[in-house]
């Protein structure tokens, strides 16, 4: 993503969607992928709350975090 392109709310919307639902599906609470991304789980809820934008930096890392293998 280029610096003057913006995230579009939507794919904000879906990048939140599939981290809660990847994290649900493991059976992870915000603190544990928290401390898997090496953040404050106040990001974490932050971030699912649509607080950050853009979200897909943050969204690779939790993936990423979760086993998750993203191609870009």
Same mark, same amino acid.
């Given at each position: 993503? &280029? =610096? /003057?392109?913006?995230?579009? $709310? ?6 939140? #969607?599939? %981290?809660?639902? /990847? #994290?649900?599906e493991l059976g992870w609470d915000q603190a544990k992928l928290a401390a898997a991304a090496g953040i404050p789980e106040s990001d974490?809820? &932050?971030?699912? !709350?649509?607080?950050? %934008? $853009? !979200?897909? $930096?943050? !969204? ?6 979760? =086993?998750? %293998? %993203?191609? &870009?």
């Amino acid at each position: 993503m &280029s =610096g /003057t392109e913006q995230e579009h $709310p939507h794919d904000t919307e879906d990048l939140v #969607r599939l %981290v809660s639902i /990847t #994290r649900q599906e493991l059976g992870w609470d915000q603190a544990k992928l928290a401390a898997a991304a090496g953040i404050p789980e106040s990001d974490v809820a &932050s971030f699912e !709350a649509q607080r950050i %934008v $853009p !979200a897909k $930096p943050l !969204a690779l890392r939790f993936l990423e975090a979760m =086993g998750v %293998v %993203v191609q &870009s």
